[in-house]
Structures are given as C-alpha cells and as structure tokens.
C-alpha cells in the first residue's frame, strides 16, 4: 500500500524536507512507498489527515530559537483523533534568495514567520530598511521573486535550487545551531509502532483558576521522578486569561510510572488529551 504524507507546501519547504527524510525512512526501514502532498496550512496538512485525504502528515511543533508553533498546539488540541506518531529534529540553515544585483536593490523580504524571527538580527544589521513581510511558508513567495527584482526571500538552499533562483547571502540565521522538530501524525487508529517510544506529549486543562492549580498537576511528576522536557501554555480561548499546559514528558506512555502518572493526572485536571507517545531522530546536517 502507498501512503500519502501532508506536509506544508508549496514544493522545498522545511516541512517538505522533514516530510521527505520520514518518505525515504519508511522506504528504507519498512519497504513502504509513498507520497508527498502539499497544503498551503499547516492546519490545512493536519487535516488532511482527520478528513482521510492522506494518513499521514508532517508539521513543525518547535523551533530552538523561535519557539513553538502556536497552529500546530491548537489544531492537536482540537483534532482529537490525531496522534504523534515520530518525531524529527533538523537542522535549519536559511539563506536570502533574490534576482537583485546588491543587497542594497533589496525593498522587501519574504518568509515564513518563524523564519523571518530566526533572521531578525541579519536582517537589522544588513538589510536595516527593508520590509519584512509574513508569507504562509518559506517558498510560498519564491514563484514571484524573478519577476521583482527589489524583492528577496529567506528559504533554503534546497529550495533556491528546485526554483532555480540565487542565492545572495548563506548562514544568515542568527544562531547557527538552529533546529526544528517536527511531528509525524497520523488518525490514532491508524497508528504504527516504529520504534519504541521514549516521549510522551499531552495537555491539559485545569478545573479552576485558583492558586497551586498547575502546581499540582506538575508535582505529579516531580514526585514520581519524570523529566519534563517542555512546558507551554496556550489561551484555551474560553476566557482572556484562562489556559491549556502542553507537555513534553521523557517517558513512553505504556510505562509504570507513566500509568500511574497519568492516574493521578486526571484527578487533578478538567480535561486531559494525550498527544502520542513516540521516539526522536534527529536529522544530520
Ligand atoms: O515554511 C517552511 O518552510 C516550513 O516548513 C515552516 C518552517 C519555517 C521556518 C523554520 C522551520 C519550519
């Protein structure tokens, strides 16, 4: 059977180059063939895994300089029959694509959000006057940059390649050890044991806004002598103030202590949604 991978388009993102190491992965490891389809969301990518147009999808979930990505959190939170099934780091190296002649020609910068923060400070000191404009993905821009030559784009040298366009400056991410990981889901009837788990992500609500309330759900952990790899909240939009705690837990799901973790979790949580349990590869450069 070939399956279909979501990722977010259009062709030679980031996500597309995470979706496609997981593509050869399964190739290699698994002997399955499949496919890549891109979205321009990555809440659309997501879906398409729930509405069954692919069965599987690769998002982005955390940058090691930007921080999490906010559609990402929400869209699990709300897609209650996904699950994390993998998940992948990779390096992240940006370099500024345009048809101008000097940097100084350059008027206004294309990117992905997250992307354009991971270059702020290039882009302070190089390109000071330009405009930096928000696009839905890294190469959603990269069709028009040849027709505007004071226009330049931040994607990847990959992607400068598939749409044949120069590259005017390298390594302009502001810490060169930038990394993003991502997060292979799938419908949780539909998931695979690859390898065996190491991580478990969930979130949580609590029952009210009063002191020691996510306190208590974190002591849970302390006491039982789980790490905890990352904490995150999010509005849960009910209210102006009110929130979702998202954790990254360094234990699988099936464990003792993570069963009676999760026992004594639910007792002090309104509702609690577990995300998958799974384990990490990390992409070399
Ligand atoms: O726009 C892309 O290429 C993405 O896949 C999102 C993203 C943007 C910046 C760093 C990592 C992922």
Known sequence: MSLAIAHLGPAGTYSEQAASFYLNWLKTNQGTDATLSAYPT?????????????QIAV???ENSIEGSVSMTMDSLWQLDSLRIQQALVLPINHVLISCADSWDKIETVFSHPQALAQCQQWLAKFLPNANLIPSSSTTEALERIPQIPTTAAISSHRAAQLYNLPILASEINDYPENCTRFWVVAQASQEQ???T???TSLAFSTPANIPGALVKALEV??????NLSRIESRP???SLGEYLFFLD???????????SALAELTSCTEVLKIFGSYSVLTVSK
């Open 42 to 54: 990555i809440v659309k990518s997501l879906q398409a895994v729930t509405t069954e147009q692919t």
């Open 59 to 61: 998002v982005p979930v």
């Open 193 to 195: 044991e690859l390898f």
């Open 197 to 199: 788990p190491t991580h």
């Open 221 to 226: 952990f302390a006491h039982l002598g789980i």
């Open 236 to 238: 849960t939009k009910r």
């Open 249 to 259: 837990i360094e234990a699988p799901v099936n464990s003792t202590l993570m069963a």
